[in-house]
């Protein structure tokens, strides 16, 4: 299949005209593999959970080198620490890193046997870069449904309440699709979408990870991170999945890889390892 053409963030016009199926599917997995029937119950109910041990110290040093001089790479060609998007489909390490079987085995024992990688964003914030992340559902932003989808948040340096920590609205993935206003230039958003009020959703959570650590996520549930005003840097790379099931418009199935079990469908593209890396 070739790779369609997407974009980034899609036109909420765009997204409107989409019939999507937006409510919470909560795991259903009886025999996980490695994640306890503690964690998937808390996910179902809170709608995440963290922290998952991953990489060594060893393992998570070399991902951050590599990340290191790719950054340098970006910013000398004109971009910034957040320009490293769908970087699967360029970079063979993060293909690598979307298909660790370590990784997918938490996700296969919430999504189900057949999982699609489909995302792979660098969120870095360098010290005292002022810039936010609003309050947000990842399902505005996405072309998806239905929403049987989850971010894996890998964090890459240590991330605590120092250098601008992830927060969740744990239990708000219940609520259903929010409204949201477009993010005022005052707030400094990477993105462009803010929910207000969310506290009114459930309790603020800190997602205070080591490096190697992942958390994970659902599509529906409210969060966002303040500017880190620290003299540390905070990057973690956010891995998107969702059953193989799932379909995706604009484009998106051109995104997506799969990494556990079968597409029956044949809708996402499944693209090849990129030879670089």
């Known amino acids: 299949m070739a790779t369609p053409s997407y974009k980034i963030v899609p036109d909420q016009a765009e997204l409107d005209a989409i ?4 409510k919470f599917y909560p795991g259903t997995v009886t025999n996980p593999k490695v994640l306890t029937t ?25 991902i951050r080198t590599y990340f290191d001089e790719l ?47 489909w995302g792979s964003h660098f969120f870095c914030k360098m010290p005292h870069d ?11 932003y996405w072309p998806l449904t239905p929403t049987k989808a ?7 340096d240590d991330v605590d309440a120092e ?32 929910i207000d009020n969310p506290e009114q959703y459930g309790e603020v959570i800190e997602n205070h990870l080591q490096a190697g650590q992942i958390s994970m996520h659902s599509d529906l549930l409210l969060h966002g991170s303040d500017a880190n005003d620290s003299d540390r840097r905070r990057c973690a ?29 044949g809708h996402w593209a499944n693209n090849p390892r990129p030879e670089n890396d």
């Open 38 to 62: 503690e964690q998937i119950e808390h996910y179902n109910q809170e709608g995440y959970i963290h922290p998952i041990s991953i990489y060594s110290p060893e393992e998570i040093g070399e």
């Open 150 to 156: 989850l971010t894996v948040w890998l964090a890459i």
């Open 71 to 117: 950054l340098e790479r970006v910013i000398a060609e004109g971009g910034d620490s957040y320009s490293i998007s769908s970087a699967h489909l360029k970079h063979g390490k993060v293909w690598d890193m979307l298909h660790d079987q370590r990784i997918v085995d938490c996700v296969s024992d919430i999504l189900g046997d057949n999982v699609i990688g």
């Open 19 to 22: 019939e999507r199926d937006l």
């Open 163 to 194: 250098n601008g920590p992830m927060k969740f609205i744990s239990g708000s993935h219940h609520v259903g699709h929010l409204t949201y206003r477009p993010s005022s230039s005052h707030e400094h958003n990477v993105l462009n979408q803010t």
């Open 130 to 140: 002022g810039k936010t992340v609003a309050w947000h559902q990842d399902s505005s």
């Open 237 to 265: 790379l956010t891995l998107r999945f969702a059953a193989a099931d799932v379909k995706a418009h604009l484009g998106w199935n051109g995104k997506g890889v799969l990494v556990r079990g079968e597409d029956k469908s």
